[in-house]
């Protein structure tokens, strides 16, 4: 996109005598003076003289142009946990699937810590998960999901669940609002590429609210749902909280151990009965122990079977 100068021809300039004739005649009519060289033009006093080897002096090019930086991201730190504010926006509100009735409810300003992986890929390679913890305990259970957000590169967020609410279904909105809330502060910042993916993921009773909150964005928002220690089948009473009819082809995981005390014998249950409420993606992935966080090399797979579903 630089400009160029067109090359400039030389333009010799002719000097002699112009030839008469003679042999036998006389002398020409034309006259001694005619045939003598002719002086230039006069010049204006210091104009500058032509040459046969310069070119002019070249017009200057239109500048460059060249296409937008994105807008940097001062807060993202590498191996870090930050906090972020997330916003009522009511214009962006207006445009989700969330019911006046709750949408009357949405708090002015939610915080939510935020976890960038140590190996940060960058825009273009970052993936988001939002995590949940039991009794609304998110922002606690965010540092059990760093070592996956390191494996993985990760951009883990934890939006504290403790804030007040008067709505009778409980917090699950209010979550689901600043989940999709947040993914659209961080594409429209450049954190996030706009086809990034979006995973959610709890343990025991925060697996519950990541399945509700993962209808009700359905496959349109989410990658999907990683539920550990799950015995409860959400799927049905959240689809009539909810519907979104890209729900059912939202991938579940359920990630259970063979030694629970609390889920006991019911992972059975709970994948037979998502399935029969329709869900075509129910993956089960046991790991040995009892009711704890599963380790991180069945929870790396649990990522790893989500985004390797086109």
């Known amino acids: 996109m630089r400009g160029r100068h067109p090359a400039v021809a030389m333009r010799p300039i002719a000097m002699g005598l112009a030839l008469v004739s003679a042999i036998g005649c006389g002398p020409s009519e034309q006259s001694l003076q005619d045939t003598l060289p002719k002086a230039p033009p006069r010049r204006a006093p ?3 003289q032509p040459s046969a080897t310069s070119a002019p002096p070249p017009t200057s090019a239109p500048p460059a142009t060249s296409a937008p930086a994105p807008a940097p991201q001062p807060w993202v730190v590498p191996g870090a946990t930050l906090t972020r504010p997330i916003k009522r926006d009511d214009v962006f509100l207006a445009g989700t699937n969330i ?10 300003q939610y915080t939510a810590q935020v976890y960038v992986s140590r190996g940060d890929p960058g825009p273009s390679g970052r993936s988001l998960m939002m995590v949940f913890g039991a009794e609304g305990a998110n922002v606690a259970a965010l540092p059990a999901y760093i ?3 390191d494996a993985r590169g990760l951009i883990v967020v934890a939006v504290n669940g403790y804030q007040h609410t008067d709505n009778g279904e409980g917090r699950s909105h209010e979550d689901y609002y600043c989940a999709l809330k947040f993914l659209d502060d961080l594409q429209k910042d450049g954190t996030l590429a706009a086809n990034a993916a979006y995973l959610l993921a709890g343990f025991s009773g925060g697996a519950k609210m990541a399945m509700i909150v993962g209808v009700y964005g359905g496959r349109t928002t989410f990658r999907g749902v990683i539920a550990g220690g799950c015995n409860e089948d959400l799927a049905s009473y959240a689809l009539g909280m909810l519907y979104n009819p890209s729900a059912l082809a939202l991938p579940f995981v359920l990630v259970n151990a063979t030694d629970d005390s609390i889920v006991g014998g019911s992972t059975p249950n709970v994948t037979a009965s998502l399935m029969q409420s329709g869900f075509s993606h129910v993956l089960v992935i046991p790991y040995t122990g009892g ?3 599963p380790p991180v090399d069945t929870m790396k797979q649990a990522v790893d079977s989500i985004l390797a579903i086109p």
Request: aromatic residues 10%.
């Open 46 to 48: 210091n104009s500058p």
């Open 99 to 108: 019911p006046s009735a709750w949408a009357m409810d949405i708090a002015a």
């Open 147 to 149: 070592p996956i957000a």
């Open 291 to 293: 009711h704890s966080f």
